[in-house]
């Protein structure tokens, strides 16, 4: 691993995600003198850090390690880093695919945290001729259920804006990418498919 390119790449990302030193080493557990540390070269994040500081920074660990993104690996405006923010009194959706501050209903809107769905929480995704037909026993009720399905890919943002009381079924286009879904109790989830 060279130290000086990969410290380019961390402060380049960093920069793009509009984030601060300070803010990358909360979201690591580590101090903003660490993160300084790497972004000059003066040495490498600890590898058990590196597969969640790709993570945040949005990028593969192999990138990472080299230095470089791959020239598949697109950054600015990839569909895959949009962010959802949900307004908790009127339930109004937002994305943003860079850095925004948003507000609704008087109030400042948080990005959503996706959390890796656990095997309870996944949906179940089935094969129909080119697609997927998307189904979920998840409670579709007026105080919890799923507001909305979402598919990213690097190009793509597909979105179905889900009612109470209205079964989840949605048929989406047959490929890789990431399904995320929010649950009005417990959040924003996603599966890779």
Known sequence: MD????????RALRTELGLTQQQLAC?????????SKWERGGGCPDVSLLPALAEVLGVGLESLMAGELDAKEQTGG???????????????????TGEAVLSCC????????????????????????????VTSSHPMEKEHYLTFLALLRGDTLLLRRLYPEWELQARLPAVHGRLLWYCTRHGLFYQDI
């Not at 130290?3 to 961390?10: M, Q, S």
């Not at 979201?27 to 993160?35: I, S």
């Open 78 to 96: 990839n569909m895959k880093r949009t962010k959802f923010f949900v307004c908790p009194d009127c339930g109004n959706l937002v994305t943003a």
């Open 27 to 35: 979201r690591l557990h580590v101090g903003d003198k660490a993160v």
């Open 3 to 10: 130290t000086k390119k990969t410290g380019e790449l961390i």
């Open 106 to 133: 008087g109030r400042p809107l948080a990005a959503l945290e996706p959390r890796k769905a656990e095997e309870a929480h996944q949906l179940v995704l089935e094969p129909v001729e080119n697609e997927l037909f």
